[in-house]
């Protein structure tokens, strides 16, 4: 797919693509804006549906999943995104937040 330039905003002269690696907080936030327009429009809703399930691929045969780490502040009784890395698939992950696919959402989906 040929992706087009963003030409708008803090992030002009950028690719969607470029920008979810780069900002994708701004990106989730645009598109539920409706910031994109036309074909802008277009790819962003099939970058929105690709960012919210990326398959872990196996490594060294391996399932792979990714873990999401949260905080959580017993203060204020709120959680708080931490990080997300890749965990091999194994016995004693059910306390574990991990999911088969990588959500780009997920960190904006902790802020406040």
Same mark, same amino acid.
Do not use: C
């Given at each position: 797919?040929?992706?087009?330039?963003?030409?708008?905003?803090?992030?002009? #002269?950028? %690719?969607?693509?470029?920008?979810?690696?780069?900002?994708? $907080?701004?990106?989730?936030?645009?598109?539920?804006? /409706?910031?994109?327009?036309?074909?802008?429009?277009?790819?962003?809703?099939?970058?929105?549906?690709?960012?919210?399930?990326?398959?872990?691929?196996?490594?060294? #045969?391996? %399932?792979?999943?990714?873990?999401?780490?949260?905080?959580? $502040?017993?203060?204020?009784?709120?959680?708080?995104? /931490?990080?997300?890395?890749?965990?091999?698939?194994?016995?004693?992950?059910?306390?574990?937040?991990?999911?088969?696919?990588?959500?780009?959402?997920?960190?904006?989906?902790?802020?406040?």
């Amino acid at each position: 797919m040929q992706w087009t330039t963003v030409n708008f905003g803090k992030h002009m #002269g950028l %690719t969607l693509p470029q920008i979810i690696f780069k900002d994708a $907080d701004w990106f989730f936030y645009a598109y539920e804006k /409706g910031f994109f327009k036309g074909e802008h429009a277009r790819q962003a809703h099939k970058l929105y549906r690709r960012a919210r399930s990326i398959k872990v691929p196996p490594r060294n #045969g391996q %399932t792979m999943l990714v873990e999401y780490v949260i905080h959580h $502040d017993f203060r204020t009784g709120t959680d708080k995104f /931490g990080t997300m890395r890749l965990i091999a698939d194994g016995p004693g992950l059910e306390r574990l937040n991990v999911s088969s696919v990588i959500d780009f959402y997920i960190p904006r989906s902790y802020a406040s």
